[in-house]
């Protein structure tokens, strides 16, 4: 099969000399660096007989914890069991960059493309998410490293200043590059309200804290491998038992769900990230960068970044996003976590950002699937007569759509008729994905006109503006 070439690698890495590159991962760790602390939780042990219970939700990720929490809040009686095929949090739940956004359909273009009709009160709603999630942590005293700050969108390319201009908390260059000092920034848009920051993994790790307080059984190291209709109720089996269920919950996103009829509406796409090591006091002071506010670009390859505070007061940077790449036939593998030519590209795009940071070393370097669908985000289904629920499709958005998503997924398994399930958003499915090889042509297609697009002032080719048409495609 034709190697992809990347088009825009010269694009931001500035002639940077690859033995500089090379010199920057000289010591970094191939782990994400979330996950890598001794207060990491111990595992729960894993099933060895077989359970019974009212709600059993397989997957130990956002969209299961959230689920599992939410069930046990609406009726403290309802027994609920969760099953994890490894560890809680340890796949895009831990991995990802910590942005808990208010959007639950990818921004209000994707929403108005897609379902101009309740973009609007998918918009509240999403709002009042994002409030509730800070409502939560706060009520349960949730050590998630919660900041509120914001974020900013940063114009890289003259023509996205335009898209900018108008905008209530437009920044011109200067205004901008107070904020985060990089060459490259000629405008931004701060965002005061849309968005939070949090540690990722403890996020994971806090929600399962609470879950267990609130009587939870968590099993981990137990994989769902079949689900069975037994009439009155269902079986889900494991390794070394089997939980009987009177109702199921399926949050597994990017892995395979027990439910074929799944297998062509999601895809895994692999996004990479690295943490720099702790700032020195004058390499803080060249980049500024004194809020805890997030960060990310106009392109449809787009950067993301963020500090955090690690655990001796160091202030690091993580800097992510670029690439996205999807692997012949599904596939998730654990070898796909580690890529050193994105790797590479991600730190030769980091100093042409931020010159005044280059020779600057990185502690972590890591990566993982992300679940996407065709409209970028969340769908919903239900079958076995309504006892078995499903949620997947976040494209990136989990670390706040989730909680929505597990919402919906109750209300669904309740058999009532709510205002979540009366929603479009809720009834109506993305376009599923073709089978090979024509998901993965379509898929290298995409990103090469894409990426054309970047490099054409925005300009959306005929083929994008045929899939965005007929709703498959994402204009970030």
Known sequence: MAQYHDLTFDQHERNIPKHVIEQALTETKYAPYWLDTSTRPAASPALHDSIETDLLVVGGGYTGLWTALQAKERDPKRNVVLIEAQRIGWAASGRNGGFCE????????NGENHLPEENAKLTELGIQNLAEIRETAQRYDMDI???????????????QVEWLQGEEHFLDADQ????????????????????????????????????????????????????????????????????????????????????????????????????????????????????????ADLNNRFH???????EDGG??????????????????????????ETFEKLVAHFYGTFPQLEGIKFSHAWGGAIDSCSRFFAFFDVSHRGRVAYSAGYTGLGVG?????????????????????????????????????ATWAGVQIMRN????????????????RALDKIGIGFDS
């Open 102 to 109: 208010y959007s639950l359909v990818h921004g209000d273009a």
């Open 176 to 295: 901008t590059r107070d904020l985060i000092n990089s060459p490259d920034f000629l405008a931004g848009e701060r965002d005061y309200t849309g968005t939070m920051l949090v540690h990722p993994a403890k996020l994971a790790w806090e929600l399962a804290r609470v879950c267990r307080d609130l009587g939870v059984q968590i099993f981990e190291h137990t994989p769902a491998e079949g689900l069975i209709d037994e009439g009155a109720t269902l079986r889900v089996v494991t390794p070394e038992g089997h939980i009987t269920a009177n109702r199921v919950a399926l949050a597994t996103n990017a892995f395979p769900s027990l439910l074929k009829r799944h297998h062509l509406y999601t895809l895994p796409l692999y996004d990479y990230a690295l943490m720099t090591e702790p700032l020195t006091a004058a390499q803080r002071e060249a980049i500024g960068w004194n809020e805890m506010i997030g960060l």
């Open 401 to 437: 759509a989730t909680r929505f998503g597990a919402q919906v997924m109750l209300d669904l398994l309740s058999g009532q008729e709510t205002e979540l399930t009366r929603l479009q958003l809720v009834r109506k499915k993305p376009i599923p994905f073709p089978p090979e090889p």
């Open 304 to 310: 993301y970044s963020r500090p955090t505070i690690d």
């Open 145 to 159: 490293e919660l900041h509120t700050d914001g974020s900013l969108n940063v114009a890289t390319e003259p023509h």
């Open 315 to 340: 202030f690091r940077i993580l800097w992510g996003g670029y690439d996205a790449v999807y692997h012949f036939g599904r596939k998730v593998r654990s070898e796909y976590d580690y890529r050193d």
């Open 449 to 464: 006109q894409m990426i054309r697009a970047d490099r054409n002032q925005g300009e959306r080719s005929l083929f994008l």
